[in-house]
C-alpha cells in the first residue's frame, strides 16, 4: 500500500539541529571524534533541589492525569515567577502548562489564525515559528535581523510588513540562532505596532533568564498588552531540564482556555511530577543560585567563543548579549554556509548548523551553541581554524567587530 499524504504535511519544516546531531552520533559510532556544537542544549545537569522534587513528586503519587492546563500548585508557581520577574500581575487562570514550549506556539497558531492571514516573524529566527505557520495555511511575513545592527529588528522595516491581512507578531529575546536582544525602544515600538494594527504578539522569552549584563524587557509588561500578549517560556534552558518538557504560555483568559482545550485534544496534560518539580525550579533560592552560576559560565564561554572566531581568518562574529548561541559571518572564508557546515563536521569533526537552517537570512553564517565545556570549545575553535586555515578556498582579511 502506497500512504498518501496530507499536502499539508509537505508545508512542515524540520529543525536542522536534530538532523545534525543524528548525523554526528553515525559518525561517532562509526569511531569518529565530533565536538559537538550543534545542539540547544546545556550540558549542566539539572540541579538536584529540582531533581529530588521531581523524585519526590513521583513518590507520592504524581504518576497520573493533571488538568489540562496544569496543576494549580504548579500555574500559581508559574503565575508568581512572572510576577516577580517581570514586574506585571499575572494570574495562574492565565496560564497553561504544555509539555514543551512548541505548543504554545502551535496552539496559539490553532486557535488565531486562519488561512491566509499573515504572521511577521524574525529571519533569522527559530525554525519552528515558519514552519508551523506554513503548516496551518498562514503566510510568513518575515522581518530581516541583521549583524550590524546586532541582530535587532529594522523597526522601519517592521512596520512596513504589516498589511490588513497581518493577525500576529512572533518576536524572541534573547534570540536562537544570534544571541540577539531587544532593547525597551525595540519592544515598545512592538507593542505601540500592535496597539495601532490590532496585532496579537506571540512572545518567545525561552532564554529571558540567560543574558549577559543586559535587563531582560518584556511585551508582557508594558502599558495594555496584557490583553494582547502570549508569552512563550520554559523550563528547558534555564534550568537544564530539556528533557523533563515543561514550557508554559502566560495568556488572556479566553485565549488561555482555547490552549486548554487544545492541550485536552492532543497531550491532555504535562507529565505530573515535572510540574511538581517546576514548582521548586521557580520557587526555590538554590534553584535562583544554580541559575545565576550556570549564567556566569555560559558568559565565560561566550567570550572564549567569540574571541576565537575572530581570530580565524575570513570569520567574524559579534557578542550576543543573551541565549547561548554565537552567529559568525564566514562568507570571507570563501565557502557557502551549508558547504562549510558539512566539512566541518566529516572532515573536521566539529559540528555546527549552517545560518540557512534558520531562514534565507543566515546565508553566509553558521550557529555555534556554547553549551559545551571551555576545553570541548578551544577544540572546536583549533579544528575550525585548522580547518578553515588549510582549505578556504578564498581567505580574505576580515576586521574584528566592536565587542
Known amino acids: 500500500m502506497s500512504i498518501r499524504f496530507a499536502e499539508r504535511m509537505s508545508r512542515l519544516g524540520t529543525e536542522s539541529a536534530f538532523e545534525v546531531l543524528a548525523k554526528a552520533r553515525r559518525l561517532e559510532a562509526e569511531g569518529k571524534q565530533i565536538v559537538h556544537l550543534e545542539i540547544g542544549e546545556p550540558d549542566f545537569a539539572t540541579p538536584d533541589n529540582i531533581v529530588e522534587a521531581g523524585i519526590s513528586a513521583m513518590q507520592?503519587?504524581?504518576?497520573?492525569?493533571?488538568?489540562?492546563?496544569?496543576?494549580?500548585?504548579a500555574r500559581q508557581a508559574v503565575a508568581g515567577f512572572v510576577t516577580r520577574t517581570l514586574n506585571t500581575e499575572v494570574d495562574a487562570a492565565e496560564v497553561v502548562l504544555v509539555p514543551g514550549s512548541k505548543n504554545v506556539?502551535?496552539?496559539?497558531?490553532?486557535?488565531?489564525?486562519?488561512?491566509?492571514?499573515?504572521?511577521?516573524?524574525?529571519?533569522?529566527?527559530?525554525?519552528?515559528?515558519?514552519?508551523?505557520?506554513?503548516?496551518?495555511?498562514?503566510?510568513?511575513?518575515v522581518v530581516t535581523l541583521r549583524e550590524e545592527t546586532g541582530f535587532r529588528m529594522d523597526l522601519?522595516?517592521?512596520?512596513?510588513?504589516?498589511?490588513?491581512?497581518?493577525?500576529?507578531?512572533?518576536?524572541?529575546?534573547?534570540?536562537?540562532?544570534?544571541?540577539g536582544v531587544l532593547t525597551e525602544e525595540d519592544v515598545r515600538f512592538v507593542c505601540e505596532l500592535a496597539h495601532k494594527h490590532d496585532l496579537l504578539v506571540?512572545?518567545?522569552?525561552?532564554?529571558?533568564?540567560?543574558?549577559?549584563?543586559?535587563?531582560?524587557?518584556?511585551?508582557?509588561?508594558?502599558?495594555?498588552?496584557?490583553?494582547?500578549?502570549?508569552l512563550m517560556d520554559g523550563l528547558s534552558k534555564s534550568y537544564a531540564m530539556?528533557?523533563?518538557?515543561?514550557?508554559?504560555a502566560v495568556a488572556p483568559r479566553a485565549l488561555a482556555a482555547k490552549l486548554d482545550q487544545l492541550m485536552i485534544n492532543s497531550s491532555s496534560c504535562a507529565a505530573g511530577f515535572t510540574q511538581m518539580a517546576a514548582i521548586e525550579a521557580l520557587s526555590a533560592p538554590e534553584s535562583a543560585h544554580a541559575v545565576k552560576r550556570m549564567v556566569r559560565v555560559f558568559e565565560r564561554r561566550r567570550d572564549l567563543v567569540v574571541d576565537g572566531i575572530n581570530d580565524i581568518p575570513g570569520m567574524r562574529c559579534t557578542r550576543p548579549q543573551g541565549a547561548f548561541y554565537a552567529f559568525p559571518n564566514i562568507e570571507g572564508t570563501g565557502f557557502g554556509e551549508r558547504e562549510l557546515a558539512d566539512k566541518l563536521l566529516t572532515e573536521a569533526g566539529v559540528a555546527v548548523l549552517p545560518g540557512t537552517a534558520f531562514g534565507e537570512a543566515g546565508k553566509g553564517y553558521i550557529r555555534i551553541a556554547y553549551t559545551q565545556s571551555e576545553d570541548e570549545l578551544s577544540r572546536g575553535l583549533e579544528r575550525i581554524r585548522e580547518f578553515v586555515t588549510a582549505h578556504s578556498p578564498d581567505v580574505k582579511g576580515h576586521s574584528r567587530p566592536s565587542p
Request: include cysteine.
Open 202 to 230: 506571540v512572545s518567545d522569552e525561552i532564554y529571558s533568564q540567560l543574558v549577559y549584563g543586559f535587563h531582560h524587557v518584556s511585551p508582557l509588561s508594558q502599558p495594555g498588552m496584557r490583553e494582547r500578549t502570549v
Open 105 to 141: 506556539l502551535l496552539f496559539t497558531l490553532l486557535a488565531c489564525i486562519e488561512p491566509g492571514d499573515e504572521v511577521i516573524l524574525p529571519d533569522p529566527g527559530y525554525p519552528a515559528y515558519a514552519s508551523q505557520v506554513n503548516f496551518i495555511g498562514g503566510v510568513p511575513k
Open 242 to 248: 530539556t528533557g523533563w518538557r515543561l514550557g508554559y
Open 156 to 179: 522601519d522595516e517592521l512596520a512596513s510588513l504589516v498589511t490588513p491581512k497581518t493577525r500576529m507578531l512572533i518576536i524572541n529575546t534573547p534570540q536562537n540562532p544570534t544571541g
Open 60 to 73: 507520592n503519587g504524581y504518576t497520573h492525569y493533571t488538568p489540562a492546563s496544569g496543576i494549580l500548585e
